[in-house]
């Protein structure tokens, strides 16, 4: 099977049908949570829109109205710092989408509550608003606001979106304590904290594998015990300690988090003086892992932030 090139996949129509896909479901989920989670507790969630709550407990601001004129300034700006239209044109979607869905759920669901715990509300809230957050930020949009923001960091500095968010986020929590009162804002704490919690989740996937790094003087045994075990290979290198001057093998093998208990026994078996690091992975391609090659329809698994 003959792979794309990346630049001739992002042309394709299917691809970007599987980024509007991915747009349009993670804004109408993001905009549900706001509608049947955080406003029936008068829940400043994150950002702009939490703003937009604030305006409209003050003023009786129009909440979608606020989204989209807020986010005219910060998109300007992202369209010089982030690559110009084809960045910032999946955002422009998703913000229009978010803010008109926002206003016609409410009139479709009224006055709709699941529950009349707040507690509850910023919890639930603050994980559904993440996933949709997460599926918007996996097609390479953001719903606007400082979630923008936080992308332009995240492009700039590589920094995880939680934490490019959660500061500029804390200034949108002050004010809903000065204006909502100060349990309202530690609700809004709560529902943020577990929004960029969820959103990081559905953008890079469950951290189910690790990396092993073996040091050993029995590499060959070490190897074949591994490869014996987890019918898979692993690598090896020399390297030198630093402390004592003396010269060993480094044997690194990609392991499921399941198998580490399994790999310790192993090598303590073969080689009881070995040294063991074991390094979180994300994820892992190859032979015994994922595949390369994408297998969801729709190319649904090969649409990325950096697009």
Not at 123 to 142: N, P, S
Not at 221 to 247: I, M, N, R
Request: charged share 15%; aromatic share 8%; glycine share 10%.
């Amino acid at each position: 099977m003959t792979i794309k090139p990346i630049d001739e996949i992002r042309s394709d129509p299917v691809y970007f049908l599987s980024r509007l896909i991915l747009l349009t479901i993670g804004s109408l989920v993001a905009a549900f949570s706001v509608v049947v989670f955080f406003l029936p507790s008068t829940i400043a969630p994150a950002g702009v829109t939490g703003l937009a709550v604030i305006l409209r407990e003050l003023i009786g601001a129009p909440i979608w109205l606020v989204i989209l004129l807020a986010n005219i300034p910060i998109q300007i700006i992202a369209f010089k710092l982030l690559g110009g239209w084809r960045t910032v044109l999946y955002t422009i979607y998703a913000v229009l989408l978010y803010s008109v869905a926002v206003e016609l759920l409410q009139v479709a669901l009224g006055d709709v509550q699941l529950t009349d715990d707040a507690f509850l509300n910023a919890v639930v809230g603050g994980v559904v608003g993440g996933i949709g957050g997460g599926l918007i930020y996996r097609a390479g949009g953001t719903v606007g606001g400082t979630s923008t923001i936080a992308q332009m960091l995240r492009h700039k500095f590589g920094l995880p979106l939680s934490a490019a968010s959660f500061a500029s986020d804390t200034l949108v929590i002050l004010l809903a304590g000065i204006v909502l009162g100060w349990e309202a804002a530690l609700y809004a704490l709560v529902g943020v904290f577990l929004n960029r919690l969820a959103s990081d989740f559905v953008l890079e996937g469950p951290s189910d594998t690790c990396t092993a790094i073996i040091i050993t003087d029995r590499t060959k045994k070490v190897s074949k015990a591994v490869t014996e075990a987890f019918d898979h290979g692993a690598t090896s290198w020399d390297v030198t300690g630093l402390k004592k001057t003396s010269t060993h093998k480094i044997v690194m093998v990609s392991i499921l988090r399941s198998q580490i208990w399994q790999l310790r026994h192993l090598v303590r078996d073969v080689d009881e003086d070995a040294f063991v690091t074991i390094l979180s992975g994300q994820a892992v391609y190859g032979d015994g892992f994922e595949p390369l090659q994408p297998d969801m329809p729709l190319r649904l698994d090969e649409v990325e932030v950096s697009a």
